[in-house]
């Protein structure tokens, strides 16, 4: 497994210029494989209100750290290894040491936006295979303030984990932070470019990068240690995914910063290689030409394809927003189509498709039977919603806004179909003359 990171700083890319903030329990502000990038403009301690984001000295508090090493931990020293972005100035958020509510997690999204570049997020709703959650008003305000404000109107960069919910069978779309336009939802690769246990198969995860496997067999990332003694044989452990592609979209800033936060979800998409990871099932070719994969998005990130694109890179046009609105029956087995126009004649038209939501309004008993596949009018298959055995609540979908990047760069124009489908006995629910099954297409551009 091979990032292709070492080419990038070989041309001179090391993340010099561009601040990232890693929104978690805090981080080691004078660990000294940090000290010296450590930024305090891109810090700020949520749960105690103040500026100091240093984590309560427990085992409970070292996770911030860790992947604050990983983005941006010092080269040339005596400590542990090297960050992806070693010369990008780093701060930490101190925020899930307490109370995690609407409020904290706006604050956290939404922290000096013209100062902080990337903002990377390892966390959630329970990954148990049974909570469907998502960003509240604060918090979603916050991301649309940040992609259409921050960084002087170019956009924040939101770098998401995917998910650990594997054993439960958990689905990344039922997680709302990860099933957003707004972020760059990260999967994990084991060393061996395979699926790890713990990891969520979804269809708005975008691309992948290294992670660990199973203790003793796999390899593991090394990074920084949280150690109040300092003690050189205690600064190093191993963390994962998110801050790994924080610190490659660094390095694609330093080459051009005036890469908006649509143009770093080109680079990406464009720069992923599938072939990496092509031993594990699941591939498909959309009608672009793009492989991707519920697992694994388009492919293994590559740092040096980044930094080659964004050096040349021409800033993508606005986005368009096409919504085509659906209402359907109600049955064990559903397949409504639509015709779509993509807008045309409008001022929001569409030929290019980047992310497809279905936003989705229904009553399954359990919830955890439905399956929901999205068949683009090119002929791509994406599975939105795959069943899930442990939510075995009788409760709702209220408009959920499913999310599906797996048809980037298709036109859209033409028949599309959704299957809804009941894994279990019975029908979905409708409750007098309500269709409680209701289809919004969002086709982004």
């Given at each position: ?16 210029g ?30 105690d ?31 542990c ?22 409020a ?65 069978v ?59 003694l ?22 694609a ?35 672009a ?98 069943e ?58």
């Amino acid at each position: 497994m091979d990032m292709n990171v070492g080419p990038a700083w070989a041309r001179g890319y090391t993340g010099k210029g561009v601040v990232v903030s890693i929104l978690d329990d805090g981080i080691q502000t004078n660990h000294p494989d940090l000290i010296d990038n450590y930024d305090s403009k891109a810090s700020w301690d949520i749960n105690d209100n103040d500026d100091d984001p240093m984590p309560r000295d427990n085992e409970d508090n070292k996770h911030g750290t860790r992947c604050a090493g990983e983005v941006a931990a010092a080269a040339y020293n005596k400590y542990c290894g090297v960050g992806v972005a070693y010369n990008a100035s780093i701060g930490g958020v101190r925020m899930l040491d307490g109370s995690v509510n609407d409020a904290v997690e706006a604050s956290a999204l939404s922290l000096n936006p013209d100062h902080i570049d990337i903002y990377s997020a390892s966390w959630g709703p329970e990954d148990d295979g049974k909570t469907v959650d998502g960003p509240g008003p604060l918090a979603t305000k916050a991301f649309i303030n940040g992609v259409t404000k921050g960084r002087g109107g170019k956009g924040s960069i939101y770098v998401w984990a995917s998910g650990n919910g594997g054993r439960h069978v958990d689905s990344c779309n039922c997680d709302g932070y990860t099933n957003s336009i707004y972020t760059l939802s990260i999967s994990s690769a084991t060393q061996a470019g395979m699926k790890p246990w713990y990891l969520e198969e979804c269809s708005s995860t975008i691309a992948t990068t290294y992670s660990s496997g199973l203790l003793g067999r796999d390899k593991s990332v090394a990074s920084v240690d949280m150690d109040p003694l300092m003690r050189p044989d205690r600064l190093c452990t191993t963390e994962h995914t998110a801050p790994l592609a924080a610190g490659m979209v660094a390095l694609a800033l330093e080459a051009n910063p005036n890469l908006t936060w649509r143009d770093v979800q080109h680079i990406v998409v464009m720069s992923a290689k599938s072939k990496p990871l092509e031993k594990e099932t699941g591939w498909t070719t959309n009608g672009a030409k793009r492989k991707v994969s519920h697992k694994f998005g388009f492919g293994l990130m590559d740092g040096e394809v980044m930094v080659t694109l964004a050096e040349k890179w021409t800033t993508v046009p606005r986005q368009h927003v096409c919504r085509t609105p659906e209402v359907i029956e109600n049955s064990s087995r559903l397949i409504v189509t639509m015709n779509v126009t993509g807008c045309a004649s409008e001022a929001s038209e569409v030929r290019y498709v980047e992310q497809v939501q279905c936003v989705v309004s229904l009553t399954m008993v359990p919830r955890g039977n439905l399956r929901l596949v999205l068949t683009s009018a090119q002929g791509t298959q994406s599975t939105l919603l795959y069943e899930r055995p442990r939510d075995t609540l009788s409760s709702n979908f209220e408009d959920w806004p499913f999310l599906s990047v797996h048809f980037w760069g298709e036109d859209p124009v033409g028949v599309w179909s959704l299957t809804v489908i009941n894994g279990g006995n019975g029908n979905v629910r409708k409750s007098g003359t309500y269709m409680l099954i209701t289809i919004s297409h969002v086709y982004y551009r």
